[in-house]
């Protein structure tokens, strides 16, 4: 990991597209703002492995129950 100290103002770039700038500091807490083309997914941490964790279950979902989840929501769409 690479760890930098930056001052108010001062800005970090990644590649030539990505800029994050510290845009507050207050007490403990850092406001950063991030320019990054519309492609970039950006995430909080905290989402980022909630995300990381959901696709985790998910390919971890087998075949059988895929297939039953597929019929149930299939049933749900047409009308009766």
Not at 52 to 67: F, I, T
């Amino acid at each position: 990991m690479l760890v930098l100290t930056r001052k108010l103002g001062q800005d970090i770039f990644l590649n030539d597209e990505i800029r994050i700038v510290v845009k507050e500091i207050k007490g403990k807490q850092v406001r950063i703002g991030i320019e990054a083309p519309a492609f970039v997914s950006v995430y909080r941490g905290e989402i980022y492995r909630q995300i990381q964790e959901e696709n985790r279950r998910a390919s971890a979902m087998n075949l059988e129950e895929a297939r039953d989840m597929a019929e149930f929501l299939n049933r749900k769409e047409k009308p009766e």
